[in-house]
């Protein structure tokens, strides 16, 4: 999976490219919250979210007696957390590092672990009482973060994955700005984003067509205006 996560050759892009184009008339859309409402709905059958999106759409679903389930791919997915960071130019780093260790305190991470959805970076022992459910939880290898002796901990497995999820998934990485350029142009070419040559020529027919009528109106009524100066 690593590798193909640094894969940025102009072959890998060519060959998701490809990929894409054939499933695009199967794509509802591509907008990630517009898939969480068609789910709920029941307008669609698949979705690529991020875990607490999947969460929110679950709960929602289950609200409303429509019953879905959150996958992780056996070919392996991406693992992503989002980080307070402190800008080099930043003014007030002291300030700025009193926010990121309060919100890193066990029990502030456990609010906003609950607000937000998401499983928090913290790994302290609060973190796992709050996520631990013995009702309705599955026991999951959870060492790989909380450490030994927590192989079969009863959680939500879409909001803390087993061991053997975080073994098939990597980190995301920047690319940088030339080879991400490369790939956002791939990505809009795929979504269909990139007008093609017909499309060019619709638009151009159209306004001529828009120049001829208002030409023609602006000339007739001229020669209306012609006639009645001449019956005067």
């Not at 759409?57 to 609200?63: D, G, Q, V």
């Not at 991406?78 to 066990?106: E, L, Q, S």
């Not at 302290?124 to 709050?130: F, G, I, Q, V």
């Not at 999820?165 to 795929?190: A, F, N, Q, Y």
């Amino acid at each position: 999976m690593d590798s193909l996560m640094y894969d940025s050759s102009d072959l890998s892009l060519a060959m998701a490219e490809a990929y894409l184009s054939l499933a695009r008339e199967h794509i509802a859309g591509w907008e990630a919250d517009f898939g969480k409402e068609q789910l709920i709905q029941e307008k669609a059958l698949i979705d690529i979210q991020w875990s607490g999106d999947a969460m929110w759409a679950i709960e929602e679903a289950k609200a409303v007696g429509v019953d879905l389930r959150y996958e992780v791919p056996q070919e392996g997915s991406t693992m992503f957390f989002d980080g307070w960071v402190i800008p080099k130019y930043a003014r007030n780093v002291k300030a700025a590092r009193y926010f990121i260790n309060f919100m890193c305190k066990p029990e502030n991470a456990v609010r906003n672990s609950d607000a937000i959805g998401y499983m928090s970076a913290c790994g302290a022992p609060e973190l796992l009482d709050y996520y631990i459910d013995e009702e309705n939880g599955v026991p999951q290898d959870l060492t790989y973060f909380f450490g030994p002796g927590n192989d079969s901990v009863k959680v939500c497995p879409y909001l803390v994955p087993d061991k053997s999820v975080i073994d098939r998934c990597c980190i995301e990485h920047d690319w940088g700005p030339e080879e991400t350029s490369k790939l956002i142009s791939m990505w809009s070419r795929s979504k269909g984003e990139s007008a093609s040559a017909f499309t060019y020529v619709v638009i151009v027919a159209l306004f001529a067509f828009l120049i001829v009528a208002v030409l023609s109106k602006a000339l007739s009524k001229r020669s209306r205006r012609g006639r009645r100066t001449r019956r005067r």
